[in-house]
């Protein structure tokens, strides 16, 4: 379930992320020598419908074409089949972002052994650094995230963007089984298809191919950073109905415009959505996988009040996307 090549297939460079299912048929993982060792590692596509992955690294190994990579480049491209349909992932596979740990289970997913087929691969060669490459559904501000609060790791958040957000679980995304290897780190670059999402993403790869050393960088460069904790994910239960729209059916209602809370400090007392009755509640799981929505929320007249103060990222307007991942998470300020 692993292609392994040490160059670009011929015409990659010429599809469309919704194309590439044309020239390869499964997740592919190409190794592109260049000046320094160890390589940088880049996920990209690990949701299907998050295209700016693509966009950036395909403008990049263009600009590459003909020239020796500043350093060498270990690129993994994941889930093509979703990505010919721009879907998060198919009905029939696991999200490609939960695969990277296998549990306690008997049955291992193919998913999940390809997973460790590629952890194993950069273990072998050595990893300079791993960059995971995403979008969000909602509207949010680029920013990184980290599994992991050494100077390496912030530096490596930083060179990205001043707003960074560590977080600890869940435990089977790619960037904390990487950060065994080596620093490791999420961008978040915006919604799909925007110039500003590519450009950012592009000129960020780059300037870590170009990086000579993580103990090279002063560390007054990352005294700035906005630090952010994530202590919850917000989800909608299964037997809960909602939208984003007044429906008569609904248990909640949530403000139509609601992702433009995300990023922001709301205070104790911020009406997060209507709720029909006291048993329309909204789960909210700590990172240490206890349930914690009475810490969060409350019920008061119909509406769901924050019971702390929160700051929300990752608020998504598409139910589908609220089904498969969740609602939004919470965060609170780090100050060291």
Request: one cysteine or more; charged letters at 25%.
């Amino acid at each position: 379930m692993l292609n392994i090549f040490d160059h670009i297939p011929q015409g990659l460079l010429d599809l469309e992320s919704d194309q590439l299912w044309q020239l390869l048929d499964c997740p592919a993982l190409i190794h592109l020598e260049g000046d320094r060792q160890p390589a940088l590692f880049v996920s990209i596509l690990l949701h299907g419908n998050e295209t700016t992955s693509w966009l950036a690294m395909r403008e990049l190994l263009r600009k590459y074409q003909n020239q020796k990579l500043p350093r060498s480049l270990s690129l993994f491209i994941g889930n093509i089949q979703a990505a010919k349909y721009r879907l998060r992932h198919l009905e029939d596979q696991p999200d490609y972002n939960r695969i990277w740990q296998i549990g306690e289970s008997a049955n291992t997913l193919p998913e999940q052994a390809m997973a460790q087929a590629v952890i194993a691969e950069m273990r072998s060669r050595g990893v300079f650094a791993s960059i995971d490459i995403h979008n969000n559904t909602g509207r949010n501000p680029h920013y990184g995230c980290i599994t992991r609060l050494d100077n390496h790791s912030r530096h490596l958040a930083r060179l990205f963007a001043k707003t960074v957000v560590y977080y600890t679980s869940p435990k089977t995304v790619q960037s904390y089984a990487f950060a065994e290897l080596c620093p490791t780190i999420v961008l978040e670059c915006g919604q799909p298809d925007k110039p500003d999402g590519t450009a950012h993403a592009l000129e960020y790869v780059d300037t870590c191919l170009n990086l000579d050393s993580f103990d090279s960088l002063p560390d007054s460069a990352i005294a700035d950073i906005d630090l952010f904790h994530t202590v919850a994910i917000v989800k909608v239960p299964e037997s809960i109905k909602f939208s984003f729209t007044e429906n008569p059916d609904d248990d909640i209602t949530f403000p139509a415009d609601m992702d433009c809370l995300n990023f922001q400090e709301l205070a104790i007392g911020t009406k997060f959505g209507k709720a029909k009755t006291d048993q329309a509640y909204l789960s909210a799981v700590s990172e240490e996988g206890e349930e914690k929505c009475d810490r969060y929320f409350q019920i008061t007249d119909g509406e769901i009040i924050l019971k702390k103060a929160v700051m929300p990222s990752m608020i998504s307007l598409n139910p589908k996307i609220v089904r498969q991942d969740c609602l939004c998470y919470l965060m609170e300020r780090l100050t060291s």
